[in-house]
């Protein structure tokens, strides 16, 4: 199983961007799909994770602003990003779970100017 994210970029703060992973390899059926974050000399956090049945949850920084979605049928997952301000600068993560395991993308870096 392979992940590829992209759609990371430079953004001036108050801007939008939308990123994309696609998950691809022998998938039967994707559990949860998720996005992390890392900025710079700080842990891995948890942005936006949707299930299988469309439920959603997001770290409280984001609430009202980003918007995770997937297509199943495509294997993909969405983060919709807005109103984004220079503390959402960081790599970002795309992960599924397939068969009680963690698979993780390669990073997207997004970097939101002041």
């Known amino acids: 199983v392979q992940l590829q994210a992209s759609g990371g970029g430079l953004v001036q703060s108050g801007g939008s961007l939308r990123l994309s992973c696609v998950a691809s390899?022998?998938?039967?059926?994707?559990?949860?799909m998720g996005w992390y974050r890392q900025a710079p000399g700080k842990r891995r956090e948890l942005v936006a994770t949707?299930?299988?049945?469309?439920?959603?949850n997001y770290v409280d920084s984001v609430k009202g602003r980003f918007t995770i979605s997937r297509d199943n049928a495509k294997k993909m997952v969405y983060l919709q990003m807005t109103i984004l301000n220079p503390d959402d600068t960081a790599v970002y993560y795309c992960?599924?779970?397939?068969?009680?395991?963690?698979?993780w993308g390669q990073g997207t870096l997004v970097t939101v100017s002041s």
């Open positions: 992960t599924v779970g397939i068969s009680s395991r963690y698979y």
């Open positions: 949707i299930t299988s049945g469309g439920s959603t």
């Open positions: 390899g022998n998938i039967f059926s994707i559990g949860v």
